[in-house]
């Protein structure tokens, strides 16, 4: 499966960004994703995910109830609504995939497929 994630930029505080993340190589609906981010001088984080049937979702307590993500299966394409943006959301962000069919929670343990990074940088 190869993730390709977009949708970063600038944006002020209490801003809204989406990402998405494109799938190929894969049935995106076959697979568990997710959201990881890493900002500057500090280790990658868990942000968000969604299992592969869609019906369930995960977030870190940082991003609860300001981020949403959602599956489109037939876009092959994952997003991440990002709201009320904060500066210490500051981050290069992820997408990654567990392996077919695992459950959502492996996407946080062993994610099998990783997308390239997209920057997020919220002003003050």
């Known amino acids: 499966v190869q993730l390709q994630a977009s949708g970063g930029g600038l944006v002020q505080a209490g801003g809204y960004l989406r990402l998405s993340c494109a799938a190929s190589?894969?049935?995106?609906?076959?697979?568990?994703v997710g959201w990881f981010r890493q900002a500057p001088a500090k280790l990658r984080e868990f942000v968000a995910a969604?299992?592969?049937?869609?019906?369930?979702?995960l977030y870190a307590d940082s991003v609860r109830g300001r981020f949403t993500i959602s599956g489109d299966n037939a876009k092959n394409t994952m997003y991440l609504e990002m709201s009320t943006l904060r500066p210490e959301d500051t981050a290069i962000y992820y997408c990654?995939?567990?392996?077919?069919?695992?459950?959502?929670?492996?996407?946080?343990?062993?994610?099998?497929?990783w997308g390239q990074g997209t920057l997020v940088t919220v002003s003050s």
């Open positions: 190589g894969g049935t995106f609906g076959d697979y568990a």
């Open positions: 990654a995939s567990a392996e077919r069919e695992a459950p959502i929670v492996a996407v946080i343990r062993t994610p099998a497929y």
């Open positions: 969604i299992s592969w049937s869609g019906g369930s979702t």
